[in-house]
Structures are given as C-alpha cells and as structure tokens.
C-alpha cells in the first residue's frame, strides 16, 4: 500500500492524482444532489465553450463532465504506470526530468484515445433531438431524489410530454416533507436561481400521490 501512494504522490503522477481527487469529490457532490452532471455543457444550442471544442475534437455528444472524468481517470492511470516505471530506474535528474514530461504526453495522448472511442459509444446510447425545454415541465409531476428538498437545496426526475426525462434542481417554500420517491408538482421556474418550485401532489385537486 505505501508503494502505491508514493507512486501516486510521485511526479508525474501527483499531477493527475489531484485532478482525480477533484474529479471523485465532483461526483460524490452529484450523488448527494450538491452539483448537476450537465453543469459545464452550458445551453442545448450553444455552439461555443467547451461543447462546441469537444465536438471539434470528436468528443460531442456526452456530457463534458463524463468526458473530463474519463480522461482525467485515464491518464491518471497511465502516468501511475509511467511513474512505477521510472521509480525502477537509476537515472540522473535531467534523465529523469525528460522521461517525466515524456510520461505526461504519452499518458494525455492514451486518455485522449481511449475517451474518444467510449464517447463514440456512449453518443449512441444516449437519446437524440431536441431536448426538454423548460415550459414543457411546467405543471408536470417529478419525482424527488435527493434526501430532502428545502428552499435552497433539491433535486427531482421529471418526464416531459415526448417521454423524455432529466434531473433538475428544485426547491420548495415550505416545509414539506419531501424525501426520495416523493412526487411533486412543478409549479414555477425562478430564472435567477435556474430551479423549478415544487409542491406536494395531494395539494392539485385531481392529483394523487
């Protein structure tokens, strides 16, 4: 175990080893409901941003977080590898310094390879056409999948009329007790906060929990 941590905390390991922290505490913040997988892709039809410099470099068609975690997780592994490598050696420091940034490069270029052909694959999986719009889950009922939903902090499941379905934030005035597997009613959108006002099923006369 204490080889593996100093191959981890090595150069040029350590680069990637706090990427990846980064990456793992990212996604332990979309478990809990604290960030949104869809974060950095910005809107649908924006051509720009990272969106639009993934899809150039062929990586379109999945979420640019899920495309920096791949590559960040891959070329973690691969520089780990490089570094073990290089600890096996007996080399001078200029040596080493070269082999090193070789290290970097090669590891970058097999994230790169490696990403680009899971996201050819993952684009085919994923639905095509135009996505939700906003108006369409007016008046719809979610499903709640955090823990909780308060006034500052929530997320909820809803399906548009075409069948289509996404995790938005939403919130609530009151003091409902909203847990997983509540439904809810979508009632509002506040475009400042970019979430969706939510309150329970049995207070829409015809609806029922």
């Given at each position: 175990m204490g080889g593996f941590i100093d191959a981890a905390l090595g150069f040029p390991a350590v680069l990637f080893s706090f990427l990846l922290v980064v990456v793992v505490g990212y996604w332990l913040l979309v478990l809990i409901g604290g960030a949104d997988v869809d974060g950095l892709d910005g809107d649908a039809g924006d051509a720009g941003g990272l969106n639009g410099f993934f899809a150039w470099l062929g990586l379109g068609g999945v979420p640019v977080t899920v495309i920096l975690s791949l590559m960040v997780a891959f070329a973690w592994f691969a520089s780990l590898a490089g570094t073990v490598v290089l600890g096996t050696t007996d080399l001078n420091g200029g040596v080493m310094i070269v082999l090193s940034l070789l290290v970097i490069a090669v590891a970058l270029v097999l994230a790169f390879g490696i990403?680009?052909?899971?996201?050819?694959?993952?684009?085919?999986?994923?639905?095509?056409?135009?996505?939700?719009?906003?108006?369409?889950?007016?008046?719809?009922?979610?499903?709640?999948?955090?823990?909780?939903?308060?006034?500052?902090?929530?997320?909820?499941?809803?399906?548009?009329?075409?069948?289509?379905?996404?995790?938005?934030?939403v919130r609530q005035p009151g003091a409902e007790p909203f847990r997983a597997g509540s439904k809810a009613v979508i009632y509002d959108f506040d475009a400042d906060g970019e979430f969706f006002w939510i309150m329970p099923v049995d207070a829409v006369p015809g609806l029922s929990a």
């Open positions: 990403t680009r052909v899971l996201a050819l694959l993952l684009s085919h999986l994923m639905p095509v056409g135009p996505q939700p719009s906003r108006g369409d889950f007016m008046g719809a009922t979610c499903v709640v999948r955090t823990g909780s939903v308060t006034a500052t902090f929530g997320q909820a499941e809803v399906h548009a009329k075409d069948g289509s379905s996404a995790i938005v934030q």
